[in-house]
Structure formats: C-alpha cells, structure tokens
C-alpha cells in the first residue's frame, strides 16, 4: 500500500506535467514525437508526458487515478492534442516555406545584382567603343583624311545612347561630309608669307591703321578706326560671329555654327540694298578653311592681299596662331584634290619662296602712302568743322601725317625697304616668307553696347 501511494504522487506529477500541452497556450518550439496512429481505447486515451533526451515523448498511461475521467473527456483530450499536433506542423510547413521563399528572394536578387553587373559593364564597352571611334574620327579629320572620320563618326553614333553625345557625335560626321564634298574644287593659292603670333595680340600685326584696334572693358579688342568712346552692336548669337571686318559692301566674319569644316570658319556676305540687310553667309571653303580655327579675314587697301588667321598645325593649348598673307590673283584657278596627304599639304600654306620679296615691299610702300593720304585728307576735312579748342591737336596729326607721308615718298622714289619706321621695327621672329610685319599701337578704349 505504501508503494501504490508514492506511485500515485508520481502520476499526479506527470499529469500536472501534462497539463500545458492540452491547452491553448502550449508552447510551439516542443520538439513533439506523436504516438502512431491508429484505433484507440478509453485506456490508451489516458497520456503521462515524459521528458526523454530533450524530446517530448507521448505514452500511453495506465495510471488509475484517471480510471474515472468520461469518455468525452478523454476524447475531447485527445482532439485537443491531434489539433496541437497539426499546428505544429503548419507551422513547420510555413516555416519551410518562409525558408524556401527567403532563399528564393536571394538567389533572384544575386541574379538580378549578377544582370545588373553584366549589363553596366557591357555600357561601359560601349561607351569605351564610342570615345574611341570618336577620337580616331577627330584624329582623321585633322589629317585630313574626310571619308575615314565620316565612317568613324557614322559608326559611333549608331552605337550612342546619350541623345547629346549623340547630336555632337552626328555634327561632326556633317562636318567631315561637308569637308569631303568641298575639297572638289580647291583655288590655286600663292602664299608670300606664314607668321607666328601670340593669340593676345596678333590682330595688332595685321596691315591696318595704327590704332584702330580698340581694347574693350572684359572683352577682346574690336577694330573700329573711328574716334567714337562707344559703339551699338545688334546681338547676333545665332551666327556668333568673331572678328567681323567690313570690306565695301561685304562682310568678312568667323562663326563656327553655320555649315563649314570644324572649329571657327571664314565666311563673307553681301549687303542686299533691296532687302536691307546681309545676304546668305557663304563658306569661304578649303584651303582657307580647315578642321581647326581660322578667322579675321581682310584684304590690304591695295587689293593685292589677303591676311587671315588660323591655329591649324599648333598645339592644342591655344596660345599662338598663324597669320598668312596670300597674293590675290586676277583669275582664279580651280582644281580638285581627294588624297588626304595632298590635302594636308595644300593646307600646311607654306610660303611660295618664288615669290619676289621687292615685289612685296613695293606692294607694301604704296599701301602705307596710300593710308597716308587718306588719314591727310580725313584731318583736313576735320580742321573745318573741329572747335577752335582742339584745332592744335588735329594740326598736331596732320603734320605728323604729312611728315610720314613725304618720308613714304622719298623711299618710293629711292627704292628703300617697304616699312616707314626703321628696320628694327620689322617683326622677323617667327615669320616665313616677305611681309613687312609691324606691330601696330592699340587706340583708346571704346564701350560696346548690345542692342537688343
């Protein structure tokens, strides 16, 4: 009897045990091995729950002290647990599929990181393709090789994506389509000289009027001879002209928006008297105009030259330029040209040694008397309508003038070199061929105003 007692105790024990697996608040990380299913009796409905290494484990109970629990108990019991059992596993089924899913989201997102890669490095080529054919196209151009720059900027810009680069790309490809088209007819040039300039000052070495070119408050120098403090000026962007130079009823000019080979281009227009305004800009084509920069065309008051500017075959730092002067001819001779090697060549407008320097000089002598006698008669028509307060100071000029005017002719008449100044005021640095290069004095400061 005393034995039967402490097993009861023990059962009691094991059933207070028990209890939290019956109720709705059993936990759900039991590690649980159910009992095999099957048919089942009032007895084998009565369960002791037994702790085994760490695992739950449900066996039948043969206790009599739940001899007297009612079948709709025990039944009730046992729902109880079968519902516990497949909560359980829900949630297992759940978890696996939370698991699966969380893996499935990983490898999607490795996958996509792996496309993302891929496809940026692919861009990458591309773009790397793109620099490249444009840099050979750029390089072909300044060869003057035309048609292979065309297919290099064609084929880049096929492969372009960014709509900017792309126009760039598209503009260039015009230009060497340009360039080719208009070296069909190329004029027969006789250069007399090539000069070296700084670009700050090489307008100042041009055969004009000593102070006529005007430095302005934040802006490069403007020729304008006359005596005004400021001149109006229309706002002309669409053309954005440089070094505008008027020659009777045309205008030369430079712009690098209009049709033409790349960089700054020469172009002229002719004053239209029925419309009032210029005509159509024309491309003064090849060889004056190249691949690189070329501006300030003029032609001497003698007609006899022509001198303009140009950084083709310098350095790309921008800080020196060329200025050619080239004899104008009475008839033009014009021929076609399609090897590059003999593009470049004609372009490099290297000096014609036959040409006769004394020629030159005589060309130039006459010039220079030439303005003379202008600038006598400008101050002569100026001393009848100037106050009397500044009559000294035109007189002052006009002797000046006449004195530099009478030197001219005893030089004409002895045959003495073309400049009126010295020999040591002949610039010889840097220059190929005979010009008299002289460097002129810059005129007062003058305002310009844009009218709108």
């Known amino acids: 009897m005393k034995g039967s007692g402490l097993k009861t105790v023990a059962v009691l024990a094991l059933l207070a045990l028990a209890a939290p697996l019956f109720s709705s608040t059993a936990r759900a990380d039991i590690k649980i091995k159910p009992v095999p299913r099957g048919p089942l009796s009032p007895r084998d409905s009565q369960w002791i729950r037994m702790v085994t290494d760490s695992a739950l484990v449900i066996l039948p109970g043969t206790d009599s002290t739940v001899k007297d629990a009612s079948k709709d108990t025990l039944v009730e019991r046992e729902k109880a647990y079968l519902a516990y059992l497949d909560s359980v596993a829900a949630a297992r089924r759940m978890a696996d599929s939370l698991l699966l899913r969380q893996d499935s989201i990983i490898r999607a997102q490795k996958r996509a990181d792996s496309l993302l890669l891929a496809r940026q490095d692919s861009l990458d080529r591309v773009a790397a393709t793109v620099d490249e054919l444009v840099q050979k196209g750029n390089d072909y151009s300044e060869l003057y090789y035309f048609a292979k720059a065309y297919e290099c900027f064609l084929k880049a810009e096929s492969l372009c994506s960014d709509p900017e680069y792309k126009a760039a790309i598209a503009a260039s490809r015009k230009q060497c389509d340009y360039a ?121 008051d003698d007609r006899q030259y022509s001198v303009f500017a140009s950084t083709r075959g310098l350095s790309q730092d921008g800080e020196d330029v060329h200025v050619y002067v080239v004899k104008n001819a009475d008839k033009m001779t014009y021929r076609a040209v399609t090897k590059p090697k003999e593009l470049a060549q004609i ?40 106050p009397a307060e500044e009559r000294p100071t035109v007189l002052e000029e006009l002797n000046a003038v006449l004195a530099e005017k009478s030197r001219l002719e005893d030089q004409i008449l002895n045959g003495e070199p073309a400049h009126g100044m010295g020999d040591s005021e002949i610039v010889t640095t840097g220059v190929e061929g005979s010009f008299p290069f002289t460097k002129k004095s810059y005129g007062s400061t003058i305002k310009i105003i844009f009218d709108e």
Do not use: C
């Not at 790349?262 to 004053?271: E, I, Q, S």
């Not at 008397?369 to 101050?379: F, M, S």
């Open 180 to 300: 080719r088209r208009h070296t069909q007819k190329i004029p027969d040039l006789t250069v007399v000289a090539r000069a070296l300039f700084s670009v700050d000052d090489f307008f100042l070495y041009y055969p004009l009027p000593d102070k006529s070119w005007r430095p302005v408050a934040g802006a490069p120098a403007v020729y304008y001879p006359g005596d005004e403090t400021e001149i109006h000026l229309n706002r002309d962007s669409a053309l954005d002209m440089i070094y505008p130079m008027y020659d009777g009823d045309r205008m030369y000019f430079a712009s690098k928006n209009l049709p033409g080979f790349g960089g700054y281009d020469l172009y002229y227009a002719d004053w239209d008297d029925n419309l009032g305004e210029w005509g159509e800009p024309r491309n003064m084509g090849f060889p004056f105009n190249s691949p690189y920069d070329d501006f300030l065309f003029m032609k001497t």
């Open 347 to 386: 372009a490099e407008l290297a000096p014609n040694a036959a040409e006769s320097a004394s020629e030159i000089r005589g060309d130039a002598l006459q010039t220079q008397y030439q303005t003379a006698v202008d600038k006598e008669q400008e101050l002569r028509l100026r001393l009848d309508s100037v």
